[in-house]
Every structure is written in C-alpha cells, then in structure tokens.
C-alpha cells in the first residue's frame, strides 16, 4: 500500500473519533529580559489529532520554535508561560502540560514516552562524546524500562527503520562519522524510540540539500503514517508545507494569524502576510523577465577554470598506514564572464565549497589552472601568484559567507567589521574611512546611523546586508557566495537576492553563486553547473537545467525540489538518482 492509501486508510479508522491528541488553548510566553519583557507567544491555539500533520509557518523571530518547546516543558530559562492551557489527551484522562513544573515525573514521562522531539540542528542535540547508539539506548531504559540487551536490540531496529545502512555497525558510531542526513535519521529514531503519540519537528530539513531533504521528509511521513501518529511540522519553507501538511498554521509576531486546510492556504490566503509570504516563494521559482537579454550583454571572461582537481588523502599516518585519496574536484573547467552570475548545485559533499576555495586559492589545488582577467585586460595565472599577487587578488575575488550569524565579530561594531578589510590594505583611516562605510552601508540598505552598533543588534537579513558590505569594501569584480541565502527566511532571500542583482548593475560585477537551493539559483544565474562527486556533470543556461535537465543526476535534483502548490506534489513522483 502507498503513502497515499496508508493516509487514507488511517483517516478512516480515527474519522469516528473525533478527538485531538493534543490542544493548545490561548497559550501565552513571556520572556522576562533585563530591560523588558518580551511577548514571544500571544493568544496561541491550535489542536495536533492523529494521523494529521499541521506545519506552524512563519519567519524567523515568530515564536515557532518556542511554541513547540513549551509543549514539552522546556521554555528556556528566561521564558515562562504567562497563560493558556496545553491539554495533552489519553486514555487516563487529560492533563496540563501548562501546569506542570519542568522537572516533574509526570513530564519527564510525557518526553519522549507521548511527544518525541526532532530538533533542527542534529550536530549540536546529539552528544559527540557518545556513540549514537548509546544515546538512544538511554531514552528506551528510562521511559520503557529495557535491560541492556533488549534496548540494544531495539536500537538497531529503530535505525533499520530510519534507513540508516549497517545499523549492527553504526550503532556504535560518533555523531561525527554519521553525514547530516544520517544524523537526521538518528535524531528520528530516538524521537521514535518509545513509540510517541506525537511527533514534533522542528525545522528538520533546513540544513539539507534538496534529495537528502526529500528523503527526510518522506521518511518522516511514511513513518508518521503506520505509528498512526499526530505531527507538529515547524518550518519557514512553504514548498516544504505544500507537500507533507494537512492543516496549517501561520504566525507573525508571536501570534497566528491564518488557519486551515494546506489547500485553502495556499489557494484562498485570507491574511496579507500569509499571501506575501507565498508571493516571496512563487517569484522565487519563476525565472527573472531580463535573464535572456543579460545572456546575451555578457563579457570577455574575467576567470577561466581549466581541469581543477583536488586530491586529499593517500599520506602515511600512524603506524605507517595509509588513508584512501579522496578526489573533492575533479577536472573542473568553466568560465565566468564579465557581469554573469554562475551557480553551482549539488547535494552535500559535491565539491561545491571545495571549488569556490580553490578559486580562492585558500585550499591549495592538487592541479589544473585558474586565469583572472583583470579591467586593464592583463591577466594573472592566479596558481603562480606570490603572496604579495594573492593578497592583491583576494581585493579583486571577494567571498560572501554562508553564515551572517557566525561571520560577524560580535566584539566589533558594524563600522569596525565593514571598514576592516580597508583597514588591513591601508587604503583608508579616519573620517575618510567612515565615510566609505556610510557609502558602503547605504549601498546596502542599513542606515549609515547604525554603523556604531555591534552585531547582535541587527536580524539575520540585516546581518547578511552588513557581511555584502564588507565583501564590497575593496570594489571586486567577483564576489564568491557560498550559501549566502540559506539562513535566510524566504520574504528575507528574495530581498537579499534582489539587493544583489541591484548592485550587481550598479557595480558591474560577476558571482559565482554557490548554493543547494534551486529555486534561488533559477531567481538569481545566468548559467549553472551541476557538481556530482566532484565532477560537474553538466553546465547550461539555468533555464534549461531546470526545465530539460539531461543528465539523470541533474534530474533527480530537480524533481526533489519542493513544489508550492499543494494540488502538485512534485516530491511524490521524484526521480531517484543511482549511482
């Protein structure tokens, strides 16, 4: 029976029922900070029944997430529930979770034993000094009281079930030798490990590439379908809505503001900011109107990439053995013309990043060549350049990083961070110095008057405005951006994608654009290339990568992309890629 017969087939067998798992009855956090309070969850109902999944959406700063924690007792310390109930429902009655202290037994019970826990961020919920069998094994001997054997038993069916191969020898692996996709897995089964009522998710895919993504979200699905379980899906991403939720429930600014059927959601949106929302999505996976006449105004090269190959690996190591040679790029060639924009896709482990710090030259290549054409047209063999030539062609080749979070010195005010790289080439100091930040800031879109404050005080999208600043300080003519989006909400990645198209004429300058996500590399390229295992696999204009892809590896990643629109479910019928 397939997941469509399986669905169903359950709705049927609890159709006569009626009755939810769980309801959330005006729930009200507070977070008590030393200047304020803040009003993180106002007002706040929703009810999980068995069998359904509801998706809670919103931006970042909502309150998703802290919504999901206080269903399991675990505000941070700060935050205190201000009012409301959180009914959960069993055969021995209903209970408060609301009312319960956070160490108490009968929560401590209903972790885990009735509600399981997927988190966002596996790396960082998981121990890394423990192998991830023995930390599911502790969940199954404090809630199912299992001696050693039997819990270990049961620990290598749970990864049996999660799909993790070898689960006999992968029991007894670190965190860090499982891939993101396998720590996903993990995370599932110990959520899974006492047989939950209710599963909550918070966020599960983010940090995934689109197949991995699709793996995951099926996996949870099929998973949620024959325990008969009610699911709580947290996520920004609304493709990833349109394809797994039966209900959902949108917030902004701690408060939910729309309701319903994923149908009437997408196709009958009551509140503005659930249509902005979906608008910022569906221009994302239209093609931009101008994208073939800016094919046809390109330049001369300004970097031209000939067999680029990385080699790790293969190196004596302790007791004179030696480690297999792992080929991160191989044989890369392209170019990057004059006022282009170049993606680069593939899943997790490509070589994508690899190929961008080559082009850098902050990894050293094993061999090939990389040619910079400089405005003057004299050009640079950048493999062959000294110290002093790198340094100059580091002001030329600029990178955007990943992460506007961690990329950004909270010890250094905006003015510091932005100014440093003019700082370290000795151009600039003084009030001509804040000067040049002012430009760069306004270039941006921050207001210059902010320059004095640090970080923290700015949200993601900001953050990110302020990392493009300082990428544009020493006037480049490329700029690498390796996942500069991917942190970002989907109104927030439409507007910083849109900046940088604006200073991109402005400016006149090329990207090499590094990312997993398609639909932003179909917004933003002119041309893309697909990376399999190091090997780019296949090159063309974006529009014919995404709409006549060739190769079947390029094909499966395409069909993995999350589709907004409820009434085509693109993820059903994706093409599985095999190597």
Same mark, same amino acid.
């Given at each position: 029976m397939g997941i469509?017969?399986?669905?169903? =087939? !359950? =709705?049927?067998?609890?159709?006569?029922?009626? @009755?939810? !798992?769980? @309801?959330?009855?005006?729930?009200?956090?507070?977070? %008590?900070?030393?200047?304020? $309070? *803040?009003?993180?969850?106002?007002?706040?109902?929703?009810?999980?029944?068995?069998?359904?999944? !509801?998706? !809670?959406?919103?931006?970042?700063?909502?309150? =998703?997430?802290?919504?999901?924690?206080?269903? /399991?007792? $675990?505000?941070?310390? +700060?935050?205190? $529930?201000?009012g409301g109930r959180i009914l959960l429902h069993g055969d021995e009655g209903e209970v408060d979770i609301a009312q319960m202290t956070e160490r108490s037994s009968e929560l401590l019970r209903i972790r885990g034993g009735r509600i399981g826990l997927v988190f966002q961020e596996p790396m960082s919920s998981l121990s890394p000094v423990h192998t991830i069998g023995s930390q599911i094994i502790e969940a199954l001997? /404090? %809630?199912?009281?299992? #001696?050693?054997?039997? &819990?270990? &038993?049961?620990?290598?069916? *749970? /990864?049996? +079930?999660?799909? $993790?191969?070898?689960? @006999?020898?992968?029991?007894?692996r670190y965190t860090f030798e499982f891939s993101g996709g396998m720590r996903q897995r993990a995370m599932i089964a110990m959520a899974l490990a006492c047989d939950p009522d209710i599963l909550i998710a918070d966020e599960p895919t983010t940090a995934l590439d689109v197949t991995t993504q699709a793996e995951i979200l099926d996996l949870i699905k099929r998973l949620q379908v024959s325990r008969g379980m009610a699911m709580l899906l947290i996520t920004h991403d609304m493709g990833v809505v349109a394809e797994v939720a039966d209900d959902v429930a949108v917030m902004r600014y701690g408060r939910i503001v729309e309701t319903g059927s994923v149908d009437d959601v997408f196709h009958a949106a009551q509140h503005p900011y659930t249509s902005s929302l979906l608008s910022s999505t569906v221009r994302l996976e239209q093609p931009r109107a101008d994208i073939r006449d800016r094919a046809e105004a390109l330049g001369e090269p300004v970097l031209s990439v000939r067999s680029l190959t990385k080699?790790?690996?293969?190196?004596?190591?302790?007791?004179? =053995?030696?480690?297999?040679?792992?080929?991160?790029? #191989?044989?890369?060639?392209?170019? *990057? %013309?004059?006022? @282009?924009?170049?993606?680069i896709v593939g899943e997790s482990g490509s070589g994508k990043t690899t190929l961008g710090r080559l082009i850098l030259r902050t990894v050293e290549p094993t061999s090939g060549s990389i040619t910079y054409r400089r405005k003057d047209g004299t050009s640079d063999d950048v493999l062959a350049l000294s110290k002093a030539g790198l340094k100059d062609y580091h002001r030329q080749v600029r990178l955007v990083f990943q992460d506007p979070f961690a990329s950004l010195n909270p010890r250094m005010t905006v003015k510091q961070i932005v100014g440093d790289p003019l700082v370290v080439a000795g151009t600039l100091r003084g009030a001509a110095l804040e000067h040049r930040v002012g430009e760069l800031l306004d270039l941006v879109g921050i207001d210059p008057r902010s320059m004095e404050r640090y970080p923290h005080a700015f949200s993601g999208g900001q953050r990110q405005r302020i990392g493009i600043a300082r990428a544009l300080a020493l006037d480049p003519s490329v700029l690498i951006a390796d996942e500069a989006t991917a942190a970002l909400d989907v109104s927030i990645r439409a507007q910083i994608l849109d900046l940088l198209l604006d200073i991109q004429k402005r400016l006149g300058l090329s990207f090499i654009f590094i990312s997993h996500d398609i639909s932003v590399v179909r917004y933003f390229c002119d041309h893309v290339a697909v990376m399999h295992r190091g090997r780019i696999v296949e090159m063309g204009t974006a529009e014919e990568i995404v709409n006549n892809p060739r190769e079947p590896y390029t094909q499966s990643l395409i069909s993995a992309v999350p589709n907004p629109d409820p009434r085509n479910k693109r993820m059903l019928h994706r093409t599985r890629f095999k190597s």
């Open positions: 469509g017969g399986m669905v169903a =087939k !359950l =709705k049927a067998d609890v159709a006569d029922t009626g @009755e939810p !798992l769980l @309801e959330v009855k005006d729930l009200s956090i507070d977070f %008590h900070l030393r200047t304020h $309070i *803040l009003h993180a969850v106002r007002n706040v109902s929703f009810a999980l029944e068995r069998g359904r999944t !509801l998706c !809670l959406v919103g931006e970042s700063g909502s309150g =998703k997430s802290v919504t999901a924690r206080a269903l /399991l007792g $675990i505000v941070d310390r +700060q935050g205190r $529930i201000a001997r /404090l %809630h199912r009281r299992l #001696d050693a054997r039997a &819990a270990r &038993a049961e620990t290598v069916e *749970l /990864l049996r +079930q999660v799909e $993790i191969r070898d689960p @006999e020898t992968m029991v007894d080699v790790y690996g293969a190196v004596s190591g302790w007791f004179g =053995k030696s480690g297999p040679a792992l080929t991160a790029v #191989d044989d890369a060639s392209f170019d *990057l %013309h004059a006022g @282009e924009n170049l993606g």
